[in-house]
T-cell receptor, first 112, second 115 residues
Framework: DTEVTQTPKHLVMGMTNKKSLKCEQHMGHRAMYWYKQKAKKPPELMFV???????INESVPSRFSPECPNSSLLNLHLHALQPEDSALYLC???????????FGPGTRLLVL | KQEVTQIPAALSVPEGENLVLNCSFT??????LQWFRQDPGKGLTSLLL?????REQTSGRLNASLDKSSGRSTLYIAASQPGDSATYLCAVRGGIYNQGGKLIFGQGTELSVKP
């Protein structure tokens, strides 16, 4: 199984809502990542978890809150987002931080 | 600070043509380099990973080369097909002590293969 799954596929939320994005992999990977991608731009790294501990936070606003409950699961909790946070949110995983990253299909987020 | 550049930004070719996509990076102290493909609105698919000690990797009609000293990589696609139409992204990874080992992406090359 070389698949990273993400739910939901699409999400529309208001600026006062709280929602969560979910990412799951069963490849035994110990590093998991959140990226944000705007149209016609490359992905921008947000967070890296290594062995279930946050190892990189790319100065992301606190309205984005990551969580890694176990080695297979990565969540991104969203609260009080702004319209400019609308983007494709991609999750990725790799055996460790040096190896090939496998990406999920993404969650398309629209903030109204 | 590592910067990755991809040229051209967009490319349109007739079916069957062989083509080369270019990627350059400013800091040669990389751990590896990865080529991805992205279809519109979709996630990234890893195509090839080249470790810093390697010169090239091949998978089917794809061949990627790496010249660390000159800060360049190329992705060669043989006998292009309309199904190859996508955006191709190059990403370099530094060591753990070099920007935390994170992937630094280029802006991508949007490829269109016409039937």
């Amino acid at each position: 199984d070389t698949e990273v799954t993400q739910t939901p596929k699409h999400l529309v939320m208001g600026m006062t809502n709280k929602k969560s994005l979910k990412c799951e992999q069963h490849m035994g990977h110990r590093a998991m990542y959140w990226y944000k991608q705007k149209a016609k731009k490359p992905p921008e790294l947000m967070f890296v978890y290594s062995y279930e501990k946050l190892s990189i936070n790319e100065s992301v606003p606190s309205r984005f809150s990551p969580e890694c409950p176990n080695s297979s699961l990565l969540n991104l909790h969203l609260h009080a987002l702004q319209p400019e946070d609308s983007a494709l949110y991609l999750c990725a995983s790799s055996y460790d931080q040096r190896e090939t990253q496998y990406f999920g299909p993404g969650t398309r987020l629209l903030v109204l | 600070k590592q910067e990755v550049t991809q040229i051209p930004a967009a490319l349109s070719v007739p079916e069957g043509e062989n083509l080369v996509l270019n990627c350059s990076f400013t800091d040669s102290a990389i751990y590896n380099l990865q080529w991805f493909r992205q279809d519109p609105g979709k996630g990234l698919t890893s195509l090839l990973l080249i470790q810093s000690s390697q010169r090239e990797q091949t998978s089917g009609r794809l061949n990627a080369s790496l010249d660390k000293s000159s800060g360049r990589s190329t992705l060669y696609i043989a006998a292009s097909q309309p199904g190859d139409s996508a955006t191709y992204l190059c990403a370099v990874r530094g060591g753990i002590y070099n920007q935390g080992g994170k992937l630094i992406f280029g802006q991508g090359t949007e490829l269109s293969v016409k039937p």
